[in-house]
């Protein structure tokens, strides 16, 4: 889907292999990450599921984290997608949307994924995922407003995900007058 202009114009695949479109996240901030179940980062699951309670709590359905199982580092996600699913609620209380496996690099990398490394490229214009647990933010209206590494706690993004929600209330509130005036 190259005539792709936001992230809301992609379909990735839901656990069920199904289409997900993410137009139905129009308007809300999301923070998406290539995850995996045995990888050192793991336990940023707990970090994410905290992340999204907390800004869930001060802007209900302003927010979500999107999970993509990733098995491209070191096979560290082998399991099918419904083991997966188990495993993050059942270890880490996950209530945040884990879609399907899906690739981030290579000649089978989702477009969704290749959309978002061009937009934008890591360290030193590198446009490929390093390793699991890399985050992207998309703001209300579909673009890549930051990226992160793994090494990156998810807890420490809070502050700059509810400033792009702040952001995004205040160009609504702007447009709500513009339609009254």
Known sequence: MSSATTFFDFE???KKGD?????????KVILAV????????????????????????????SFTVLGFP???????????NDEIQSFCQVNYGVTFPVLGKTEVNGDNASPLWEWMKTE???IMGLKRVKWNFEKFLISADGKVVGRWASTTKPESLEETILKEIEKAKAGNKGGEQAKLS
């Open 12 to 14: 990735p695949v839901d």
């Open 19 to 27: 289409p997900f479109p993410l137009s139905s996240l129009k308007g």
């Open 34 to 61: 290539n995850t995996a179940s045995k990888c050192g980062f793991t336990p940023q699951f707990k970090g994410l599921e905290s992340l999204y309670q907390s800004i869930q709590s001060k802007h209900p359905d």
């Open 120 to 122: 934008m490229p890591g």
């Open 70 to 80: 990733c098995n491209q580092f070191g096979g560290q996600d082998p399991g099918s």
